[in-house]
């Protein structure tokens, strides 16, 4: 039975890209192993968002090949974001790699590795768009094993985006926006929740755009929001929550459903990159600064204690200092719980790559270090105010940190540590927040009265 390790670069959907590449290959009698170690086959699904991304994998790469070299014939391939922009160009330059897969092309990853390992085919290179791919992400490890088994699972809703926005990579990476149908979604779920799931978070590129072109709006519900209903429908599911969606995606249908349907977590992952006006519309994100402002009060109107985390770019071609204040001050503003911060990276191909007043790397460093510090400070303070709290959490599992204590998220998406047992394992508990750390809370769900 061959041996097989994927190491997995990027974001949540190259997670479940890599979970359904697994389960594929288990289903064809391959075995997945946690170490690269004593591996047959190893997978390196990547990411290209930023320059570092890229460069880790092919560091890994090249490490790997060296090593692989000496020792015994493995298989070693690339798949995901970096293998669908650079293709044969990866083979060129590292001569050992046997497979690279696009982003359309996951499915047909047990296929390929069977021929390369039966020596049928020397090297692979399958980069091409294939119709239908979007609905080939379904397979679920924790569906397979009992000792998987997963209270909170990742579906796949929809591929790729057509925001174009001047600094992304991913519409050339991950190509035109491509959904799957309500139906195909609902039954993957359905299934999850059979299998012991309680909380299900469906994934995309830009989710808030799924169905746009395919599903007509039904009384001034958006194709999303219908999506949203037909999950809620499903008997044993406790909890919904989705990412990455856009600003220009929450119209009132969206914003009216969160006080609509109670199992659609209060939480919200809602990526600005700039506060300030002038470079959102370089960066062609479609929306203002008053206008990304005013979604967050009409959500807080309708979920006071929504959670909010967003994505900041600083750095971008030509932001100033004045800009970049209007980001601070945005930040302020709306008080978000959590921020990822990104120093601007040029991407080959993106317009913003050749815009002019490309920034120092230390004026990126100097500005991503102050912004850090605020939102690190907010933060502290939004998780101070959850002490003394009752909240609801979902219990996932042991804590990966401390493994005899257990984690659970609050509807708000916050992680919550308390003293548990294994019994608490996908349950809904109440528990009273006694102590907030930096971005983790600690709750006992015995003290309350
Ligand atoms: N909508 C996607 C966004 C993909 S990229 C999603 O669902 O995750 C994730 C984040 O990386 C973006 O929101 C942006 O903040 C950041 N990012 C994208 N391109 C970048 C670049 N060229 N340089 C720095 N950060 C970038
Ligand atoms: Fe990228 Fe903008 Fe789409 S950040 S994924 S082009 S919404």
């Given at each position: 039975?061959?041996?097989?390790?994927?190491?997995?670069?990027?974001?949540?959907?190259?997670?479940?890209d890599?979970?359904?590449?697994?389960?594929?290959l288990?289903?064809?009698?391959?075995?997945?192993?946690?170490?690269?170690?004593?591996?047959?086959?190893?997978?390196?699904?990547t990411?290209?968002?930023?320059?570092?991304?890229e460069?880790?994998?092919?560091?890994?790469?090249?490490?790997?090949?060296?090593?692989?070299?000496?020792?015994?014939?493995?298989?070693?391939g690339?798949?995901?974001c970096?293998?669908?922009?650079?293709?044969?160009?990866?083979?060129?330059?590292?001569?050992?790699?046997?497979?690279?897969?696009?982003?359309?092309?996951?499915?047909?990853?047990a296929?390929?590795?069977?021929?390369?390992?039966?020596?049928?085919?020397?090297?692979?290179?399958?980069?091409?768009?294939?119709?239908?791919?979007?609905?080939?992400?379904?397979?679920?490890?924790?569906?397979?094993?009992a000792?998987?088994?997963?209270?909170?699972?990742?579906v796949?809703?929809?591929?790729?985006?057509?925001?174009y926005?001047?600094?992304?990579?991913?519409?050339?990476?991950r190509?035109?926006?491509?959904s799957?149908?309500?139906?195909?979604?609902?039954?993957?779920?359905?299934?999850?929740?059979?299998?012991?799931?309680?909380?299900?978070?469906?994934?995309?590129?830009?989710?808030?755009?799924?169905?746009?072109?395919?599903?007509?709006?039904?009384?001034?519900?958006?194709?999303?929001?219908?999506?949203?209903?037909?999950?809620?429908a499903?008997?044993?599911?406790?909890?919904?929550?989705?990412?990455?969606?856009?600003?220009?995606?929450?119209?009132?249908?969206?914003?009216?459903?969160?006080?609509?349907?109670?199992?659609?977590?209060?939480?919200a992952h809602?990526?600005?990159?700039?506060?300030?006006d002038?470079?959102?519309?370089?960066?062609?994100?479609?929306?203002?600064?008053?206008?990304f402002?005013?979604?967050?009060?009409?959500l807080?109107?309708?979920k006071?204690?929504?959670?909010?985390?967003t994505d900041?770019?600083?750095?971008?071609?030509g932001?100033t200092?004045?800009?970049?204040?209007?980001?601070?001050?945005?930040?302020?503003?709306?008080?978000?719980?959590?921020?990822?911060?990104?120093?601007?990276?040029?991407?080959?191909?993106?317009?913003?790559?050749?815009?002019?007043?490309?920034?120092?790397?230390?004026?990126?460093?100097?500005?991503?270090?102050?912004?850090?510090?605020?939102?690190?400070?907010?933060?502290?303070?939004?998780?101070?105010?959850?002490?003394?709290?009752?909240?609801?959490?979902?219990?996932?599992g042991?804590?990966?940190?401390?493994?005899?204590t257990?984690?659970?998220?609050?509807?708000?998406?916050?992680?919550?540590?308390?003293d548990?047992?294994?019994?608490?394992?996908?349950?809904?508990?109440?528990?009273?927040?006694?102590?907030?750390?930096?971005?983790?809370?600690?709750?006992?769900?015995?003290?309350?009265?």
């Open positions: 039975m061959p041996r097989v390790y994927i190491k997995t670069y990027g974001c949540q959907m190259n997670e479940r890599s979970e359904a590449v697994a389960a594929q288990v289903a064809k009698g391959y075995e997945i192993t946690p170490t690269e170690a004593n591996a047959d086959v190893i997978l390196l699904n990411c290209s968002v930023r320059d570092m991304a460069q880790k994998a092919i560091n890994k790469m090249e490490n790997l090949a060296g090593q692989t070299r000496k020792k015994r014939d493995v298989v070693l690339f798949m995901g970096m293998a669908q922009s650079r293709g044969q160009q990866l083979l060129d330059q590292l001569p050992d790699v046997d497979l690279v897969l696009g982003t359309q092309k996951f499915h047909r990853a296929e390929y590795i069977d021929q390369l390992l039966a020596g049928k085919r020397d090297k692979i290179v399958d980069t091409a768009a294939e119709a239908g791919s979007e609905g080939t992400i379904k397979e679920h490890l924790l569906l397979g094993s000792e998987r088994k997963s209270v909170s699972a990742f796949s809703i929809m591929q790729g985006c057509n925001q926005c001047t600094f992304c990579i991913v519409p050339y990476t190509g035109e926006e491509r799957r149908t309500i139906a195909d979604i609902v039954a993957e779920c359905r299934k999850l929740v059979e299998g012991g799931v309680r909380e299900i978070t469906l994934l995309g590129q830009i989710v808030t755009s799924f169905g746009k072109r395919e599903i007509p709006a039904v009384d001034g519900k958006s194709a999303f929001v219908q999506l949203l209903e037909a999950v809620h499903i008997d044993g599911l406790h909890r919904i929550r989705f990412t990455s969606p856009h600003p220009k995606g929450y119209g009132d249908d969206l914003v009216e459903a969160y006080g609509r349907l109670p199992k659609l977590c209060q939480s809602i990526p600005l990159q700039s506060g300030s002038r470079v959102l519309k370089l960066m062609h994100r479609g929306y203002t600064r008053e206008r402002v005013g979604i967050i009060n009409k807080r109107k309708v006071p204690d929504i959670g909010l985390t900041i770019i600083v750095g971008f071609p932001e200092e004045d800009d970049f204040e209007q980001t601070l001050s945005l930040c302020r503003e709306v008080q978000f719980d959590n921020a990822y911060l990104f120093k601007y990276s040029q991407r080959r191909d993106t317009p913003a790559a050749a815009m002019p007043d490309q920034l120092a790397e230390e004026l990126k460093e100097e500005r991503h270090a102050r912004i850090l510090e605020l939102i690190n400070d907010i933060g502290a303070g939004r998780y101070r105010e959850h002490v003394g709290q009752q909240m609801q959490i979902l219990a996932e042991p804590s990966r940190n401390n493994p005899s257990m984690m659970g998220r609050t509807r708000c998406n916050k992680i919550v540590i308390f548990g047992s294994p019994r608490h394992q996908a349950q809904l508990l109440d528990v009273k927040i006694t102590r907030a750390s930096l971005f983790t809370l600690h709750g006992d769900p015995a003290i309350l009265e």
